[in-house]
């Protein structure tokens, strides 16, 4: 009997981290599809102008080693927000012509963002000014 209990709590361990597992290849996939990796390459992009020449090779290495650590912590961040249901439906989507669209176009669009905040930055700046004085 105990054999027999034993069994079945290991078995329900196992299924609980191979379940455990595939929630997180999922989310990191969806992390992936998504096109977080845009705004990633965007950073790296303005970090290495400030690196000088024969250091960029080696720095651009180490910064994409960094990454996978990175991106497991978004995994876990996206395991304890949604279900591996709700996973599941993004990677359906991600999968979709207009996901695929979102996904290819988040570099572009974190540039484009980024730029209309620094301007918006510029003019908001002038407004507190008027009211600093």
Known sequence: MKKIFITSVLVLVVNIVSAQ????AEALKVIQMSGAAGPMQMAKEQIMQNIPELKKEEFS???DASLPSLYEKLAKIYMET??????KEMLKFYQS????KISSSSGVIYKKSTAAGQEWGGDLQTIMMKYMQ
Do not use: A, N
Not at 21 to 24: A, I, L, R, T, Y
Not at 82 to 87: A, G
């Open 21 to 24: 597992d595939s929630f997180k």
């Open 61 to 63: 290495k180490e910064f």
């Open 82 to 87: 949604y279900t591996q249901e709700e996973v």
């Open 97 to 100: 012509p207009l996901g695929k």
